[in-house]
Nanobody, 123 residues
């Protein structure tokens, strides 16, 4: 079992930047492929970005590619999502997730989820 806790969400202006963090406990972060998903009101949950268990391979949805960067810090057992040049379409609850099955990659099928952190992009 692993526990995931997101932080770093908040209000940001269009074109601005924000960094989300996901702190893992109970298991090493290296035991999982990790990812970020988001869900806006009235919309389906969607995949945002993933990072493989090795930490060397990443995957992004087309809507965030070249704007967002996913990374891991194994020493801190923490995953990050650096969000640059945000726009109002990025407004959503962002959820951290973990998938222990490596050969699911590049698809993420998470078994563990955080509670989410709200990101609001508005002027």
């Amino acid at each position: 079992q692993v526990q995931l806790v997101e932080s770093g969400g908040g209000l940001v202006r269009p074109g601005g930047s924000l960094r989300l963090s996901c702190a893992a406990s109970g298991r090493p972060l290296s035991a999982f492929s990790m990812g970020w998903f988001r869900q806006a009101p009235g919309k389906e949950r969607e995949f945002v970005a993933g990072i493989r268990r090795s930490g060397f391979v990443t995957n992004y949805s087309g809507s965030v590619k070249d704007r967002f960067t996913i990374s891991r810090d194994y020493a801190k057992n923490t995953m990050y999502l650096q969000m640059n040049n945000v726009n109002p379409e990025d407004t959503a609850v962002y959820l951290c997730a973990a998938d222990p099955i490596d050969n699911h990659w590049p698809r993420l099928m998470p078994d563990y989820w955080g509670q989410g952190t709200q990101v609001t992009v508005s002027s």
